[in-house]
């Protein structure tokens, strides 16, 4: 196939995908995080956005994502390896893995000093530790 042939045909596939890409693209999750330190001020960096966010006591966070759209493409997981930060402290966590937060819509993290643990309602939490 011509290197124009195949430009032309990518593009098709492209088209047709399109409105297919929009639908999964608009359900949304929730991934929240919150400072749960006591007084310390933490800094949350996941792969999503590849930014630093300082979170002071008590302080929340939340990034809108697609668990779709990642599985389908194969991407890099964008909660995988997140990394929080704080003084002393410097530790890896996946905050999205399908088969353990696929039942989750709006997922809320509460991050401890030797735990992430996620709120599963009723009062309860899951709580994980560190990666590293
Ligand atoms: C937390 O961050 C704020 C804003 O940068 C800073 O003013 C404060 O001193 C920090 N607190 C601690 C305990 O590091
Ligand atoms: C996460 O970090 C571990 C250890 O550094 C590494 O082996 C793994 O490949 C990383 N995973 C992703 C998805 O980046
Ligand atoms: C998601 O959970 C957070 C923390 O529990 C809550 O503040 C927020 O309102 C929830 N958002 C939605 C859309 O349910």
Redesign the pocket.
């Known amino acids: 196939m011509s290197l124009f042939a195949r430009s032309v045909s990518t593009l098709l596939v492209l088209i047709l995908l399109l409105p297919t890409l929009n639908n999964t693209m608009a359900e949304k999750a929730l991934i929240g995080v919150t400072n749960n330190l006591g007084?310390?001020?933490l800094t949350v960096s996941c792969k999503i956005d590849n930014h630093p966010h300082?979170l002071?006591?008590t302080d929340y966070y939340e990034w809108k994502f697609s668990p779709e759209y990642n599985d389908e493409f194969g991407t890099e997981p964008l909660f995988s390896n997140c990394s929080f930060q704080w003084?002393g402290a410097h530790h890896s966590f996946d905050l999205y893995v399908l088969v353990r937060d696929g039942d989750c819509n709006n997922c809320s993290w509460h991050i401890k000093l030797d735990a992430a643990c996620r709120y599963t309602g009723n009062l309860r939490f899951a709580c994980y530790q560190w990666k590293t």
């Open positions: 007084s310390r001020n300082l002071g006591p003084e």
